[in-house]
């Protein structure tokens, strides 16, 4: 058990550094804010079932979002497994297959970020932003 543990930590880690990479000092406030955004619209069903939402969006700064598209890195990925790690530890149930998108936008509070999400049983790439990433 032991080792299960120091690998998860180790994989946190490398999953903040990567990220921390990309949107500089904001890291950690942007999981904050995923994982905040799922906790705010779990659905209570029963006693052993919460629902939560599966799509979220995360709104940059354009030139923050700039920067992740000329990084490369998967920091869509990165952000959608430490929330898949969050919903499991918390014994969440995705109301679909879960995603994090993001994109950048003109229009986020003192030019940083913005989260939010939304119950989709069926992603579609249609309905998110166009954007590339």
Known sequence: MGELKRWER????FEQSLIAKVFG??????????RRECDDHAVVCSHSRVVV????V?????DVHAEVDRSGESVG???TD????????????????????????AHVPNGR??????PMPRIRADLLPDDGT
């Open 10 to 13: 180790a994989i946190e880690q």
């Open 25 to 34: 000092r904001e890291p950690v406030e942007v999981l904050d804010a995923l």
């Open 53 to 56: 939402p599966n799509v979220y």
């Open 58 to 62: 995360v709104e940059l700064a354009d």
């Open 77 to 79: 990925q990165e952000l």
């Open 82 to 105: 430490s929330l898949a790690r969050h919903g499991e530890q918390k014994g969440y149930e995705w109301a679909g297959p879960l995603t994090v998108h993001i994109t950048g936008s």
């Open 113 to 118: 970020y913005r989260v939010t999400c939304a």
